[in-house]
């Protein structure tokens, strides 16, 4: 977990839908409430998906304080501008925004857009041995890379994210100073703004969610025209559905790129495991979105996906920039602000023991503890898996009575020796119970 | 030290494709618990799936082992299958025997053998036509 995500102690009934949903084993329920493994949570929001009681939320700032205050700076994920139909273009938007005294950077976040994905097709072009390359745009998928395939972290693309860069390009462009607060779609975004990987602090301060700032916007139904802003490039947009990034990135390619584009967590764990096989040969990028559908599939957005995706798919995109947008890119490009400042770090989970042999022992006992549990995998234990307590209980974070089975067996045990106790007599009773007649 | 070592086993089950990889991410998590260097623990990975997988396209399935020693693990996969006739023409690159239904899958494409040798410290064949094949490769942990 790296503050994506935060839980509401007071609404957690402490029941186990949350823990059977975590695709990487992260939940426990522990003493009726929840908690979660920060070495193994990628924060990517299926646990909200799962809580009926709303005890987990995005991990943002207060949204009511934040625009209460003058001149706010927002930096908005691409989803924001498909949520509402009426304001479905970064220049209706920013008109909608203006009216709240709010200030987008959308036209800077359209040319770091473009720099990411130049960048991306130049360093693919280098290729060879790192082929294919893996998208950095999905918060999750790196932290689930960092956590679960080791192996694959010099595949990711040394490309900041073009949240991040769009802010650094707002800042030497205009010299704006101000705080910028993220419009983020999911709890992984948030992760890029409380804890980024890759570079030391985010260039971003604040955190809300998008579905937040919609609710906002369309509480006032502010009618725009869309004609006192210049219009913004919308390739950008399209990174927010399955596939968007890797066509932007292919535009700038010379020659074909060979690319797979998924999303949802399981095919992008599926995807990473053939990766990890060296069953993709031929393949030169990779992109993977933990959501379904892509980003507008965020815990944090406002919109049905699935209309979001409509409204995507049926823009029309010049994916050629203008003569004037390319100067521009490739200005950026020679200072190299797009790219990673630091490589991306593996984040392996503490093995049983440091010493091999201790381990080993370990693995042992935790099989014969796991052949006893019943592999229902029913969640009372508070654990996603009979596998997953047997694994705590070597670890020292659980007993085999944490197991409702085990526990009725131990009653079951222990009522029937208090039953046979209960049949012992004293030596002055007659076997028969009666007491010897005079 | 004389350590007891650590063995993993699984039975590969005839045509049933959906379950393929199953004994190599089972191992993977059993090498990821021990401590293994991710290195080892990929190239283990890459054995185990190829040796299921000729099991499991050839030989009708069979048995594969994870024996995991203080230095090395070894990986051991046996199968009462049609035995190979030729090693030496197995071993090379692009040829396979698989059927073409096989191949309709995205399977057999001749990369198997080769790839468990490319992934491992040594690999020894042993096989009869008409008994079975008892494939073992051996990977050594680095600074041993």
Not at chain 1, 49 to 73: F, H, P, Y
Not at chain 1, 111 to 123: C, M, R, V
Not at chain 1, 139 to 153: C, D, H, S, T, Y
Not at chain 1, 333 to 344: A, D, M, S, T, V
């Amino acid at each position: 977990m790296s503050g994506g995500i935060r839980v509401r102690e007071a609404q957690c009934r402490g029941c186990a839908n949350c823990i059977k949903s975590c695709p990487t084993e992260a939940i426990r329920v522990i003493d009726g409430l929840i908690r979660i493994i920060p070495d193994l949570c990628i924060d990517c929001g299926e646990c909200i998906r799962s809580c009926r009681d709303k005890a987990i939320t995005v991990n943002e700032d207060e949204w009511d304080l934040l625009r209460s205050r003058e001149g706010l700076i927002l930096m908005a994920d691409p989803t924001f501008y498909v949520q509402v139909g009426a304001y479905s273009r970064p220049r209706l938007m920013k008109e909608a925004l203006e009216h709240h005294g709010l200030r987008d950077i959308s036209e800077y976040a359209s040319t770091a857009f473009d720099l990411a994905a130049y960048a991306s097709a130049a360093i693919i072009r280098e290729g060879g041995e790192n082929l294919p390359y893996i998208s950095t745009y999905c918060p999750a998928v790196i932290r689930l890379i960092q956590i679960n395939f080791p192996e694959l972290v010099g595949r990711i693309l040394p490309v900041e994210s073009p949240l991040e860069t769009a802010v650094t390009i707002w800042r030497d462009a205009t010299g704006g100073g101000e705080k910028v607060t993220l419009v983020a779609p999911c709890p992984a975004k948030a992760t890029l703004v409380r804890n980024p990987v890759g570079r030391g602090k985010s260039s971003l301060e604040y955190v809300v969610s998008v579905k937040k700032v919609i609710r906002d916007l369309l509480a006032y139904n502010v009618k725009v025209t869309g004609t006192k802003t210049k219009a913004i490039s919308r390739r950008w947009l399209l990174w927010s559905i399955t596939g968007g990034e890797a066509k932007h990135i292919s535009s700038f390619s010379d020659k074909g790129l060979t690319s797979i584009a998924v999303s949802g967590l399981r095919n992008t764990m599926d995807l990473l495991n053939e990766l990890e096989l060296g069953r993709l040969g031929g393949v030169d990028f990779i992109e993977c979105r933990a959501c379904d559908l892509g980003c507008i599939g965020g815990t944090g957005t406002y919109e049905s996906r699935f209309l979001s995706q409509l409204r995507l798919e049926n823009i029309e995109t010049e994916w050629l920039p203008s003569h004037e947008e390319m100067e521009e890119i490739r200005t950026w490009y020679e200072k190299g602000i797009w790219r990673l400042e630091n490589p991306i770090q593996v984040k392996e989970r503490l093995p049983l023991s440091q010493d091999l042999g201790e381990a080993m022992a370990k693995l042992r006992e935790m099989d014969a503890i796991y052949a006893g549990l019943p592999h229902i995998d029913c969640g009372s234990c508070g654990r996603p898996s009979c596998r997953a307590l047997a694994e705590d209980i070597v670890r020292g974070q659980g007993e085999v009575t944490d197991c409702i089975f085990k526990l009725r067996e131990r009653i079951t045990s222990l009522s029937g020796e208090i039953q046979a106790l209960s049949s012992k007599l004293p030596h002055t009773l007659h076997p028969s119970g009666k007491r010897r007649q005079r | 030290m004389g350590q007891e070592p650590y063995v993993e086993e699984y039975t590969i089950q005839a045509g049933d494709f959906t379950a393929i990889g199953e004994a190599s991410t089972k191992f993977r998590a059993t090498l990821k618990m021990l401590g293994i260097p991710s290195e080892v623990v990929r190239r283990a990975a890459v054995v185990a799936y190829e040796a299921e997988m000729n099991a499991m396209i050839h030989a009708g399935g069979g048995t594969i082992r994870m024996t995991v020693a203080p230095d090395h693990l070894e990986i051991l996969a046996s199968d009462q299958g049609p035995g190979i006739p030729d090693v030496a023409l197995a071993m090379q690159e692009g040829y396979s025997t698989a059927s073409d239904e096989i191949r309709e899958l995205g399977f057999g494409a001749g990369m198997g053998l080769p790839n468990i040798e490319r992934n491992s410290d040594g690999m020894n064949i042993e096989t009869e036509v008409g008994v079975g094949t008892v494939l073992t490769a051996r990977i050594n942990f680095p600074g041993q």
